[in-house]
């Protein structure tokens, strides 16, 4: 449908770096932007070895289910560390001389499906319906120079597998940046039946708040602009714009005469402000964008801190202590968000 | 504040829903109107800080009332005049009908600005990290208050100003409903306070009333009598909730035209003294809702007219029966009842009475049969009551005819009077021109001549407020 793919230049040279060490089989996960016509790649982060230090199989077709899921939950964890505008693109492959094409397709797609799922459950939000469900594996050919990426439908598996070629561009271009503080103040009922599924029922009460956010008015740099406006229209500078938000008015139901009253098992309060953060790409991004980008980060924001008190509580059934050490890893740098100024400079 | 009359004025009515939501570790009653309290108090704290937010309709204009700060800085200053808003915003108009104790009527008319309640997310000084907490076995509440505060502006009035008086309602109409909740809590229930809005005769401006949501208006006769004597009310209703005044598109909604009369322009008030119905009723007549009624059904038409005036008074929750209804329970009364209904004869007076009893409408009844004078208990019956009365005549050699009558108007000089009459007799279309042609008018003594022998039934109003 004629979607392009843009790599930056830091990934790009990432990628040659590992083709050059002959790590072939390597696989990793990709990060980066969705916009309207475009996916500009920005990022490039291989998975990290498991426990053994075993390389990986040079035969993709050779990766079993364990092996999937271990590059899933990287990319769940990296996720988590995204600021507003960042996505999980999908998967790379250092691609071994002897695969061939008809190989590994049902691999592929595995993967990124299960990458996609993976980082789903991080989000307290879906995609619109215009928004692409394509995402990619990006494959390094040893004997060539290029760079090829498959991208999969995940919404519809019928559709044909493109295989689309991928340009470079350097992507240093200053990024224009939306912020907010958020004051979050959620009282979330846990009802006495869901004692033992303690995370997917108590943070249930999340999704008002959530669907609240998604819905509130909202001003930029202290005025009102329309959704369909630029969001650098009018400013000289390129600075940060600072947005504010409004809770939309609350509806008043016909016909409820008294005050809820209801018992329930324990509650959790969310209480705090965080400061919240989305990046866009080039100049000509529209303020619904941005403000969808930014909201979108407010939830990821409160709900992944919420999922990690969690967590702890939680016997962690799939993977054991070995992600417990990475997931305590990534706490520690949970109240730093990664700056994609940070990703940039790294670039340059 | 006078208002002096044909002025302009802007009314800002400040709405929102705002939701009040926590937890309780004790569920008696003391222990709910406790929490209650101190959520009230954060709430009011909330709308005294830069979080409160107020904006236009069209969703483009906003502004902090408590820290004077607006989307549109430069044209709102502290001393514009408030009028300059209305660039920002849309309005609606409506009128209020002054009656000063000369009985002189005047208008008011009323520019509203509708503003909406929004709390800013987003304030920076308060900084803190996210506290994830948990606890346990709890009881979980949740209300949302439907506020509806009104603020009367002179177009003159400096913006500054106004913009303090936004917070102070708003505050004012919350220690009310929290006063609301206090009050009328019981065990575990407590009622969502609601805001109405009357318009009194010694004010000039609408006066706002909280009540509980779900308790009858006979049940708070007692607030209602407190607030007459704090407002200087004599014992006539002015605060019962069906009174309340209709903005502009909240007009009550009948299958039926209500107040047909108010079409009519009124005689003249330099010549006249003008004593008319208080409130809302209906319009019943012969041939509606495909009823085959003509010539026999128009006391059955009046009955319905009174029942709904005591409805639109909120003294009966009861519906307005239809034709059918009214004759199956005069059949259900007794057998002789039962004969004339079927019959479908001309009812009489012991049918009326019956019929308003089984509504607990308390009535006065006078037969005249001597020569057609006009009675002189009109008048002091529309001072006192305000209920519209029914008139028919005696059938000896003319037709029945039955009438509503809504009020009297008298020229004391020449010693003429005029009466409102609506005919339930009318058999046209529900169509306001052609029911001001036939079916309502003021009539002079033409009509005391035209009934002859007659007679009377005057609904009482229930005592009380």
Redesign the interface.
């Known amino acids: 449908m004629g979607r392009s793919y843009v790599i930056g230049e830091y990934s790009e040279k990432y990628l040659k770096k590992l083709k050059a060490e002959e790590r072939y089989g390597t696989t990793g996960i990709l990060l980066g932007q969705v916009t309207l016509a475009k996916t500009y790649i920005v990022f490039a982060a291989r998975t990290p070895l498991k426990d053994q230090a075993e390389l990986p199989p040079e035969n993709p077709n050779e990766m079993n289910a364990s092996d999937i899921e271990w590059v899933s939950e990287h990319a769940r964890q990296v996720a988590r560390m995204l600021p507003g505008g960042i996505l999980v693109l999908g998967v790379f492959l250092i691609r071994p001389s002897k695969m061939t094409k008809e190989e590994a397709h049902d691999i592929f797609r595995k993967l990124a499906t299960a990458v996609e799922a993976a980082v789903a459950k991080e989000r307290l939000w879906n995609f619109t319906e215009d928004e692409t469900a394509e995402r990619i594996v990006l494959q390094v050919y040893t004997d060539s120079k290029k760079m090829k990426v498959q991208a999969y439908d995940l919404h519809n598996p019928q559709t044909p597998i493109k295989l689309l070629e991928c340009k470079s561009s350097s992507l240093t271009a200053p990024w224009q940046i939306v912020e907010?503080?958020?004051?979050?103040d959620v009282?979330i009922?846990v009802p006495v039946t869901a004692e033992r599924q303690f995370d997917k029922e108590s943070l249930k009460g999340l999704n008002n708040w959530a669907k609240q956010i998604m819905q509130?008015?909202y001003?930029i740099n202290?005025?009102?602009k329309e959704p369909e406006s630029l969001l650098g229209e009018g400013s000289k500078k390129k600075a940060t714009a600072e947005?504010?938000?409004?809770?939309?008015?609350?509806?008043?139901?016909d016909g409820?005469?008294?005050?809820?009253?209801?018992?329930?098992?324990?509650?959790?309060?969310?209480?705090?402000?965080?400061r919240c953060r989305a990046y866009l790409h080039g100049s000509k991004s529209k303020v619904k964008d941005a403000i969808q980008a930014l909201k979108r980060d407010v939830l990821n924001t409160?709900f992944i801190?919420?999922q990690m008190?969690f967590e702890d509580q939680v016997l962690n059934k799939n993977v054991g202590s070995l992600f417990s050490r990475i997931a305590c890893k990534v706490t520690c740098v949970i109240?730093e968000r990664l700056e994609l100024s940070q990703l940039s400079a790294v670039a340059n | 504040m006078a208002l002096p009359p044909d002025t302009e004025y802007l009314l800002f009515r400040i709405k929102?829903?705002?939701?009040?939501?926590?937890?309780?570790s004790k569920?008696d009653e003391a222990s709910?109107k406790t929490v209650f309290q101190e959520a009230f108090n954060e709430l009011m704290s909330k709308i005294n800080s830069n979080?409160f937010?107020l904006?236009g309709t069209n969703?483009?204009?906003?502004m902090w009332p408590k820290t004077h700060v607006s989307?549109k800085p430069s044209e709102l200053q502290e001393n514009a005049s408030c009028k300059s808003i209305l660039k920002y915003v849309t309005t609606e108009v409506s009128d209020l009908h002054q009656q000063d104790s000369m009985e002189q009527s005047s208008k008011v008319l009323l520019k509203i600005i509708n503003l909406?309640?929004?709390?800013?997310?987003?304030?920076?000084q308060?900084?803190?990290?996210?506290?994830?907490?948990?606890?346990?076995?709890?009881?979980?509440?949740?209300?949302?208050l439907?506020v509806d505060v009104l603020v009367f502006a002179n177009p003159e009035d400096p913006w500054g100003m106004l913009q303090d008086h936004f917070t102070d309602a708003v505050i004012t109409q919350l220690a009310s409903m929290s006063k609301c909740i206090q009050r009328y809590t019981k065990g575990?229930?407590?009622?969502?306070p609601q805001a109405y809005h009357f318009k009194l005769p010694n004010k000039p401006t609408l006066t706002t009333v909280i009540y509980p949501?779900?308790i009858s208006d006979e049940t708070l006769e007692p607030q209602r009598k407190e607030l007459h004597a704090e407002l200087g009310l004599t014992s006539v209703p002015y605060l019962r909730r069906p009174m309340a005044f209709n903005f502009p598109g909240e007009e009550v909604v009948s299958d039926y035209l209500l107040n047909v009369h108010e079409h009519l322009p009124l005689p003249d008030p330099e010549q006249f003294k003008i004593y008319l119905l208080s409130g809302s009723y209906e319009f019943h007549h012969c041939m509606q809702d495909n009823e085959n009624d003509e010539g026999w059904g128009a006391l059955y038409h009046c009955l319905q007219i009174i029942i709904s005036w005591f409805k639109y008074q909120g003294y009966t929750a009861k519906p307005v029966p239809t034709l059918k209804e009214l004759q199956e329970m005069l059949s259900n009364m007794n057998k002789d009842f039962a004969k004339v209904v079927m019959a479908e004869e001309w009812l009489k007076a012991e049918h009326l009475q019956a019929v308003l009893r089984h509504f607990k409408i308390i009535n006065s009844l006078t037969e005249i049969r001597s020569k057609a004078e006009e009675p002189r208990e009109l008048v002091p019956h529309f001072r006192h009551h305000g209920t519209p009365i029914v008139i028919w005549n005696k059938v000896i050699f003319s037709k029945p005819k039955a009438y509503i009558l809504l009020g009297m108007a008298e020229d004391a000089k020449l010693n003429t009077r005029k009466v409102l009459t609506l005919s339930a007799m009318y058999t046209g279309p529900d169509e306001i021109p052609k029911i001001i042609e036939e079916a309502v008018g003021w009539k002079g003594k033409e009509f005391w001549d035209e009934m002859e022998l007659f007679s009377l039934i005057l609904p009482q109003r229930p005592m009380g407020v």
């Open positions: 907010a503080t958020i004051n979050v009282n009922p509130c008015s001003l202290g005025q009102f947005v504010q938000f409004l809770t939309a008015p609350v509806m008043i139901i409820e005469v008294d005050a809820l009253i209801e018992d329930c098992g324990s509650s959790v309060v969310v209480k705090g402000t965080v409160v801190r919420c008190v109240d | 929102g829903g705002i939701g009040l939501e926590g937890f309780l569920i709910i979080a937010t904006t969703g483009s204009f906003y989307t909406q309640i929004q709390f800013e997310m987003t304030r920076p308060i900084v803190g990290r996210i506290v994830i907490q948990r606890r346990n076995t709890q009881t979980h509440y949740k209300l949302t439907p575990k229930t407590v009622p969502i949501a779900g």
